[in-house]
């Protein structure tokens, strides 16, 4: 029976996030203003998946998809199967990809270049340090970029082997294996409260942004 397995926030932070990573990567060589703009979003968006992973729904959580070396030796077992949600392999590699991206945009608010273009936090770094902060920046987007190839391979894995994984990140719906709970959605006010996190956060970051550089 189909069952809500991905609530609308989780689904909604996705592919925000998705569209939002790209956009980075395509406006930093030509709209660093536009990148910038998107990545102080990135990071309210993170800051509410992070919330989201604490007091969100069920499936959102990361107590409930981070599981120890049991856990995943136990589903690569085929055991263990039929939870709702990432998969014990699936999760670690969505923590990876949340650190990452985490990394990424930090790196990016101290980031300036030669035309002393930089983050909203440069201010708060000389300007050397804020060059060498803009190579690891870019360094480390190779990185995400690895992750976010395997992220896509495996979903094109689970697919070749008839596992839709997409649809139910679209809709929201998957089918429950028999006799596993469903999952437990989190309260409104939950949701309220993420969202007055993250838009804080893109808010202040937005605003930072508009500001003079310290050089
Ligand atoms: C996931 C989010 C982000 C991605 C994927 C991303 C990606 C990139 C890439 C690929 C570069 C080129 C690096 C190079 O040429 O070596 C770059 C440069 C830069 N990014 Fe980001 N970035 C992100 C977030 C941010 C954020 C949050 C800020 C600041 C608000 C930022 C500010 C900058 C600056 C100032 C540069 C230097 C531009 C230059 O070297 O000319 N980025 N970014
Ligand atoms: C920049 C590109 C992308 C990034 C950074 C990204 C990142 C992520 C993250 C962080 C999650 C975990 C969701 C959560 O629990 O909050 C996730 C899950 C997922 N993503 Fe992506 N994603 C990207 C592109 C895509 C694309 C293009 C597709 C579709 C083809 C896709 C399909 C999925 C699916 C199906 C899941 C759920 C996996 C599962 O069932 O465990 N993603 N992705």
């Known amino acids: 029976m189909p069952t809500l397995i991905w609530d609308l926030p989780t689904r909604l932070f996705h592919w925000l996030l998705a569209a939002l990573v790209a956009f980075s990567w395509w406006s930093h060589e030509d709209h660093l203003d536009w990148h910038k703009v998107s990545g102080c979003a990135i990071a309210g968006l993170l800051v509410f998946r992070l919330w989201w992973g604490i007091a969100g729904s069920s ?34 590699s969505v923590a990876a990809m949340l650190l990452v991206l985490i990394a990424q945009v930090g790196l990016g608010l101290f980031a300036i270049n030669e035309d002393f273009e930089g983050g909203p936090l440069t201010r708060y770094v000389d300007y050397d340090t804020g060059l060498a902060i ?8 190779n990185v995400l970029v690895g992750l ?38 989190a309260p409104l006010w939950r949701l309220l409260v993420g969202l007055v996190l993250g838009g804080a956060t893109f808010g202040i970051l937005y605003w930072l ?3 003079a550089s310290a050089f």
């Open 59 to 92: 499936t959102a959580r990361f107590a409930g998809f981070l599981k120890g070396p049991a856990g995943i030796a136990a589903y690569l077992r085929g055991g263990a199967a039929g939870a709702p949600g990432h998969n014990p392999l699936g999760g670690w």
């Open 134 to 141: 803009a190579q690891w920046h870019g360094t480390l987007f």
């Open 148 to 185: 976010i190839v395997l992220h896509l391979l495996a979903i094109g894995f689970y697919a070749a082997r008839r596992k839709n994984l997409v649809g139910p990140m679209i809709t929201g719906n998957g089918a429950l294996a028999e006799g596993v709970e469903a999952p437990v959605m």
């Open 209 to 211: 942004n508009g500001q």
